[in-house]
């Protein structure tokens, strides 16, 4: 991990433990530690000369809150708007504020002194308890795979209108720019940011997780929703095409979660008592098996067995793994798309008997759900919500389904 993207989740994390309360970091510049751009900070800045190992997470957390509780930011309640760490001969400046306003209020000005500190308040990361669920993610950083479309986009809109910092990662990056630039436009300031990764690609994920780094200076949510589906009989699909959607839904969550999870270890290294949350977006697939969609199916049942697994490691690092398991979709593109739909693979498949059209194939799936209707956005973003707020929640499956798929 680059030595800039490694310090800022250890200075959220500082300032997180300080206030008990979400704040975003920004890397603002660097360059050689004899001046220059990268000490454009002012008298109240806090400014480390770490000497340790660029890597060595515990130790730098530790010289990272000394040196706050040092400066004097806990006694007097206040935050400073600039962190500089010296390090192997390097400067690193970084910019703090309670949001992404004030981040840009503080590139535009170029001010110096420091945030009033809110009160101090329960170190759970979670929002108190009386208030409105939608209060659980106001101001945090997250990131939702696959938010360029489909369910993904319903997540990311919900959760903006939440108050979150919300990162569009998509192999689409033409998708997600449009959508971040439509909800910055919308909301008036900057809320979305887009970024651009394959799921599969391990590499682009580092990336995108040290985007992500510099940008806010860590993550609390991660919703892993990228994901595909090839409905075929086993009798008939090419192995080429099992594998694919394995290595989307299946492995590429283990990979998600890796460099996401490494970036909230990081970040508990200076703020232990933080909760952060990874949250599969999985299906009623993942529950029950699925006719002539052994390879979907499979890849959702394998991919509970690792939010399982994930949470019983992760939870050292107060990290919660679950899952949402939804039922269809069957307005969005997945189902609806006129070509390569899943109304239209089921009709072609004969996956539906008697079906003649695809007004066939969705009263069909309809009539499955008690509720009579296909899952929605709100729908999955309130489950989302649900798991960040209840903090004693992990390892969990979640189905919001109308009743079709009933756990027991």
Same mark, same amino acid.
């Not at 400046?93 to 329960?122: C, K, M, N, Q």
């Given at each position: 991990?680059?030595?800039?993207?490694? $310090?800022?989740?250890?200075?959220?994390?500082?300032?997180?433990?300080?206030?008990?309360?979400?704040?975003? &970091?920004?890397?603002?510049?660097?360059?050689?530690?004899?001046?220059?751009?990268?000490?454009?900070?002012?008298?109240?800045?806090?400014?480390?000369?770490?000497?340790?190992?660029?890597?060595?997470?515990?130790?730098?957390?530790?010289?990272?809150?000394?040196?706050?509780?040092?400066?004097?930011?806990?006694?007097?309640?206040?935050?400073?708007?600039? &962190?500089?760490?010296?390090?192997?001969?390097?400067?690193?400046?970084?910019?703090?504020?309670?949001?992404?306003?004030?981040?840009?209020?503080?590139?535009?000005?170029?001010?110096?002194?420091?945030?009033?500190?809110?009160?101090?308040?329960?170190?759970?990361?979670?929002?108190?308890?009386?208030?409105?669920?939608?209060?659980?993610?106001?101001?945090?950083?997250?990131?939702?795979?696959?938010?360029?479309?489909?369910?993904?986009?319903?997540?990311?809109?919900?959760?903006?209108?939440?108050?979150?910092?919300?990162?569009?990662?998509?192999?689409?990056?033409?998708?997600?720019?449009?959508?971040?630039?439509?909800?910055?436009?919308?909301?008036?300031?900057?809320?979305?940011?887009?970024?651009?990764?394959?799921?599969?690609?391990?590499?682009?994920?580092?990336?995108?997780?040290?985007?992500?780094?510099?940008?806010?200076?860590?993550?609390?949510?991660?919703?892993?929703?990228?994901?595909?589906?090839?409905?075929?009989?086993?009798?008939?699909?090419?192995?080429?095409?099992?594998?694919?959607?394995?290595?989307?839904?299946?492995?590429?969550?283990?990979?998600?979660?890796?460099?996401?999870?490494?970036?909230?270890?990081?970040?508990?290294?200076?703020?232990?008592?933080?909760?952060?949350?990874?949250?599969?977006?999985?299906?009623?697939?993942?529950?029950?098996?699925?006719?002539?969609?052994?390879?979907?199916?499979?890849?959702?049942?394998?991919?509970?067995?690792?939010?399982?697994?994930?949470?019983?490691?992760?939870?050292?690092?107060?990290?919660?793994?679950?899952? &949402?398991?939804?039922?269809? $979709?069957?307005?969005?593109?997945?189902?609806?798309?006129?070509?390569?739909?899943?109304?239209?693979?089921?009709?072609?498949?004969?996956?539906?008997?008697?079906?003649?059209?695809?007004?066939?194939?969705?009263?069909?799936?309809?009539?499955?759900?008690?509720?009579?209707?296909?899952?929605?956005?709100?729908?999955?973003?309130?489950?989302?919500?649900?798991?960040?707020?209840?903090?004693?929640?992990?390892?969990?499956?979640?189905? &919001?389904?109308?009743?079709?798929v009933m756990l027991s």
């Open positions: 991990m680059k030595p800039e993207a490694f $310090f800022a989740p250890l200075i959220r994390g500082a300032i997180i433990e300080q206030t008990g309360g979400p704040w975003t &970091v920004a890397y603002e510049t660097g360059g050689k530690a004899d001046g220059g751009a990268a000490d454009r900070t002012g008298g109240s800045a806090v400014c480390i000369d770490y000497a340790g190992d660029a890597g060595d997470e515990q130790a730098a957390a530790e010289q990272i809150r000394a040196a706050f509780a040092a400066s004097g930011s806990a006694r007097n309640n206040k935050i400073p708007t600039r &962190v500089k760490i010296t390090s192997g001969g390097n400067s690193y400046v970084y910019l703090t504020a309670p949001d992404y306003a004030g981040i840009d209020r503080a590139r535009s000005d170029s001010r110096t002194d420091a945030w009033d500190a809110p009160g101090a308040r329960e170190k759970s990361g979670a929002a108190d308890f009386a208030a409105s669920r939608a209060a659980v993610i106001k101001n945090r950083a997250a990131l939702i795979t696959g938010g360029a479309q489909g369910f993904g986009e319903e997540i990311v809109r919900g959760l903006a209108s939440a108050g979150a910092l919300v990162f569009i990662a998509d192999l689409n990056k033409a998708g997600a720019e449009k959508l971040a630039a439509g909800l910055n436009g919308e909301y008036g300031r900057t809320i979305a940011f887009p970024v651009e990764v394959n799921v599969a690609d391990e590499a682009s994920v580092q990336n995108m997780a040290e985007t992500i780094a510099l940008t806010t200076g860590g993550l609390d949510l991660c919703v892993s929703n990228a994901g595909v589906l090839r409905a075929a009989s086993i009798l008939e699909q090419d192995i080429a095409s099992f594998k694919f959607v394995t290595d989307i839904n299946y492995t590429a969550f283990a990979i998600v979660t890796k460099h996401c999870g490494l970036l909230m270890k990081a970040q508990h290294a200076a703020a232990p008592s933080w909760t952060a949350d990874i949250i599969q977006i999985n299906s009623k697939s993942g529950l029950d098996g699925s006719n002539k969609n052994g390879s979907y199916a499979g890849s959702k049942f394998g991919g509970i067995g690792l939010v399982q697994s994930f949470a019983k490691e992760l939870v050292e690092y107060n990290i919660k793994v679950n899952a &949402v398991c939804p039922g269809n $979709f069957f307005d969005g593109p997945l189902w609806s798309d006129p070509t390569k739909g899943l109304f239209v693979q089921y009709l072609n498949t004969g996956k539906v008997p008697g079906a003649k059209t695809i007004a066939d194939v969705k009263a069909f799936y309809e009539s499955k759900v008690p509720m009579g209707r296909g899952c929605t956005g709100p729908d999955v973003i309130r489950a989302v919500l649900y798991l960040v707020e209840q903090i004693y929640e992990t390892g969990q499956a979640l189905p &919001v389904t109308g009743g079709q």
